[in-house]
């Protein structure tokens, strides 16, 4: 159960992402050939490949978060000391936290209101969460991993900045996700290793 949990964190919004692009990709080429060659086309493609997009930009949404690759500006936070700096990561991960439970609330409602009104699709009789459970599914895997993030900080807290920011993921156990090339993953190893020899590492 526990291996299965920590294969899970690493590869979850990976293979999602994969899996949604994929989707995306077919249905946008099959609307292309129908249209182009047959001179007709599927009334729902074009819908559902839209509806894929939205999965796949709030799917990022974990990754990012769990690998501290959201757009951040640094040049104010390194004039100060590293002891400040962490308290401020800190500080923007939890108010981001904040930010996240927010927004996980308020799409929440708005899919309760959508099933209790039971709106649809316009091409299909499906209901309208098909896209606002995106929202819902983006915004838990924020909050689920932003309380990883903070736990890592906190964990970490004496340990240098380049580890304790985790710029990447690289510092987990396991950042290696599960189609990612062999050769890669070892040259990833190195560079790790290379900075612990530094002092930049753990």
Known sequence: MKKCISWLDVNFEPLAMVSLFSIMFFLIVIQVILRFVFKTGLSWGEEIARIMFVWLSFVTFGYLTRNNR?????FLRERFPESIQKILLVVCDLLFLFFSFYAFKAVLLLCLQTARFEDKLVTLPISSNLLYLSGLIGFALMLIRGIQV????????????????????????????????????????????????????E
């Not at 970490?156 to 993953?185: A, R, T």
Request: hydrophobic share 35%; glycine share 8%; net charge positive.
């Open 150 to 201: 903070i736990g890592w900080k906190i964990t970490h807290w004496k340990d240098s900045l380049v580890v304790f920011e985790n710029y990447d993921g690289k510092y987990y156990k396991n950042n290696h996700i599960c189609f990612m090339p062999q050769q890669l993953k070892e040259v990833d190893k190195m560079k790790i290793e290379a900075e612990s020899k530094l002092g930049l590492g």
């Open 70 to 74: 959201h757009v951040r500006i640094g």
